[in-house]
């Protein structure tokens, strides 16, 4: 089974960037698309357009911005309901920009040996690199779009009286567009293509194709969506004889033609065979009705809910969804898996008040096949007097839904054991292989941990006392009793940490005593952030404390990390964020250890 250890994306377009001019601030918020509130996880391409284009935000990196660590910065006793709507915030974010959609036959999606960035520098140049090596300099400021499988990148320059396409593999550029058009509508995910629009109409290019040709030039056209292989288009067109009703079209083999009245489009497969979208009911215009469509002229449409309010995730084939309703009660998350040859036995089951999204600890997964025999982690409720409450869920081989735990953590590599921090701050191991989900306490009062390639646990308590808990042996290791930030590299299964009173930025590895980290002979003095960290191929960078400028740096095999640049303003492409929505939430199995683990001193390897 694979499962995702947190919250950051398995999805390498949930690209995040920041700033220096932004560095003294934390912030806890995250952009995301919203259409008319309606959330369109599969519709979250930017506007691009020079006069109006949404930004990035624009955070100081904060790899472990947890609600366990904002605890200890804002006082342990108090739970605001604004943090708990920001965490519902991110967690529709990264639903929103990370969704992957592939044909693979049930097969897991893996992501491709390549690693994106962009960053700019005093002069206000803006570099893409790719693999380490810096593909193009732009005089331009440029926004980067990772092909979900890493395969490629979009990369779209911002020019005074347009944007400009193009697209970027591991060895060079490609320009798209020659001149500077209106705007970018959608791209696709996993083979190039772009749907964009310029002043004589839209168009589509794909790498197979080139440019494709025109689309339409009538002006009314909305909601536009593109299949993962580029081969499928998909919007909406108004009924010129009625200003209210609107066709759902599809586009393929440079024909269009007019499946739908009235149905919005939210998500279309890799293939474009299946189209999600919704409608309305005749007598209530307020609730969404959700239905699967074939993409074929004849096609026809399948109920799923008639409350319907946005999907989270989509497997490889497009035929399983996990979305949520919008209902009386709240908002409520549930499974469909569509048969078309059982369309009748086709219902959706319930897995729980909130929304949810699945998780995978492999790092080279980046969609499911099939979510039978997967995990969820989501939020289950927002309340003035509750705050949030995140929860871990299991989905088995028959798509029966059991509760895991009512926290969100980290899984041990092996799929063993689970971690999560209780709403009392205990780090608590819940034993995964135990159909009770046993449930034990490692230590109290932690704002933070990392879980090791051999499963074993480095937690830091709100006393700044940083330790190693090994498995196999059931003792704890100290480590540093200054310990201000931690973050681990998966891949090398290195801890970095910073200290309170110190600037420089230690490391240890499986228990090891502490080091004074260098890349590249330059000593870290910030607490590193990592593009892809459970890849060889990954980025890394921190602020210098002295300059306040990001330095850059590039690894070929997790362990050598070699310079990029050494004054970067910006950097986007950092997508290894980890947004960790356990915010201390409560745990039905709870349960002290009746002694403490011994701690030691030295190294415990």
């Not at 002043?199 to 030039?217: A, F, H, M, P, Q």
């Not at 690894?555 to 970067?568: E, H």
């Amino acid at each position: 089974m694979f499962f995702k250890n947190n919250f950051q994306p398995a999805y390498a377009t949930a690209n995040a960037s920041f700033s220096r001019s932004e560095r003294s601030a934390r912030s806890e918020s995250v952009m995301f698309s919203a259409d008319n509130e309606e959330f369109n996880a599969f519709d979250s391409t930017p506007n691009y357009n020079s006069s109006n284009a949404q930004k990035r935000p624009q955070q100081r990196p904060q790899q472990k911005a947890s609600g366990a660590q904002a605890s200890r910065k804002n006082n342990n006793s108090t739970k605001s309901i604004i943090i708990a709507v920001a965490a519902i915030a991110v967690l529709i974010a990264i639903i929103a920009i990370g969704v992957v959609i592939v044909s693979s036959m049930n097969k897991d999606i893996k992501f491709k040996d390549n690693s994106f960035v962009t960053y700019s520098d005093e002069d206000g140049n803006y570099s893409v690199v790719a693999n380490g090596k810096v593909l193009q300099t732009f005089g331009n400021e440029i926004e980067l779009i990772v092909a979900d499988d890493r395969s490629f990148a979009y990369v779209i320059e911002d020019e005074i009286d347009g944007v400009r396409i193009h697209i970027a593999t591991n060895k060079d550029i490609v320009a798209v567009t020659s001149s500077p058009v209106t705007d970018v509508l959608a791209t696709a995910s996993l083979k190039p293509g772009v749907i964009y629009e310029d002043e004589d109409g839209v168009y589509l290019y794909t790498s197979k194709n080139g440019d494709e040709g025109r689309i339409t030039r009538d002006s009314g056209y909305s909601n536009w969506l593109i299949s993962a292989d580029a081969s499928t288009v998909v919007y909406t067109a108004p009924i010129e004889s009625n200003a209210v009703e609107f066709y759902l079209c599809v586009y393929k083999d440079n024909s269009e033609y007019k499946q739908t009245k009235n149905l919005t489009p939210v998500a279309v497969s890799a293939d474009g065979s299946l189209i999600y979208g919704y409608g309305y009911t005749s007598n209530d215009i307020t609730s969404r009705v959700l239905y699967v469509i074939n993409s074929d002229e004849d096609g026809r449409k399948v109920f799923v809910d008639d409350n319907f309010g946005g999907i989270t995730a989509m497997n490889a084939e497009g035929n399983e969804i996990i979305y949520y309703t919008n209902e009386t009660k709240g908002i409520t998350s549930y499974i469909y898996a569509f048969n078309e040859k059982k369309i009748d036995e086709a219902a959706p089951s319930s897995i729980t008040r909130g929304i949810y999204a699945p998780v995978s600890v492999d790092p080279e997964i980046a969609i499911f096949g099939t979510f039978a025999d997967c995990y969820l982690e989501g939020v289950s409720d927002v309340s003035l007097t509750s705050g949030i409450t995140s929860s871990t869920y299991y989905i088995d081989k028959n798509f029966s839904i059991k509760k895991v735990a009512s926290a969100t953590g980290k899984f041990s590599p092996d799929g063993d054991y689970l971690y999560y921090i209780s709403e009392g701050g205990a780090l608590m191991q819940l034993d995964l292989s135990d159909d009770n989900y046993n449930t034990e306490k490692i230590a109290e009062d932690i704002v933070d941990f990392e879980v090791t390639q051999k499963g074993n646990v480095y937690h830091l308590s709100d006393g700044n006392r940083l330790r190693f808990y090994k498995l196999s042996s059931d003792k704890t290791t100290r480590i540093s009793d200054d310990a201000e930030e931690i973050v681990m590299y998966d891949c090398g299964n290195v801890l970095y940490f910073t200290e309170t009173e110190n600037v420089n930025v230690f490391s240890s590895k499986e228990g090891s005593s502490a080091e004074t980290v260098k890349f590249d002979s330059t000593s870290v003095t910030g607490i590193p952030v990592f593009s892809n960290a459970g890849s060889d191929k990954t980025y890394v960078a921190f602020e210098d404390t002295d300059s306040g400028d990001w330095k850059l740096f590039y690894t070929s095999n997790g362990s050598k990390f070699k310079m990029v640049d050494n004054s970067c303003v910006e950097i986007d492409g950092m997508s290894d964020f980890d947004w960790d929505l356990n915010l201390g939430g409560s745990n039905d199995n709870d349960s002290d250890k009746d002694e403490d683990t011994a701690e030691t001193t030295g190294t415990n390897n």
